[in-house]
């Protein structure tokens, strides 16, 4: 930023430069406009300030431009990261469903085992 100062300002002088040195009247037409007889100076001033001016509001509606287009990917950002917690929250409960199913299908396999081990167990103290 502050090079682009220091270029605009070193621009600056040099117009102004310019045009102090080129001080002679010259007549100037342009479509169906016509001035005779004005200052080389106030041309050369008068068109870098129109040109300056110019270049101000497109930069201006570029500024704008940007800054909304900003506010709308913050948006969609947001948006984005609500529905990033809300996949996060749905595989979490679907990671608890499958641990409680496979504690429940554990439970159900142990249950099912569980007279087998009593008949080893009664065998092995039979033996002894």
Not at 22 to 34: E, G, S
Not at 54 to 74: A, H, M, N, P
Not at 94 to 117: F, G, S
């Amino acid at each position: 930023m502050q090079a682009y100062l220091v270029g605009a300002l070193l621009f600056a002088v040099l117009v102004a430069i310019f045009a102090i040195q080129n001080v002679r009247p010259v007549d100037i037409r342009f479509l169906t406009w016509q001035i005779q007889e004005i200052s080389l100076v106030l041309v050369i001033l008068g068109s870098a300030s129109i040109g300056a001016v110019v270049v101000f509001f497109l930069g201006t509606v570029k500024q704008i431009s940007k800054g909304r287009q900003i506010k709308e990917l913050k948006r969609k950002n947001a948006d984005l990261e609500k529905t990033i917690q809300e996949l996060q929250a749905i595989n979490e409960t679907r990671d608890n469903l499958k641990q409680d199913a496979i504690e429940t299908k554990l439970d159900e396999v142990n249950e099912a085992h569980a007279p087998l081990i009593d008949e080893h167990e009664i065998e092995k103290e039979v033996r002894s």
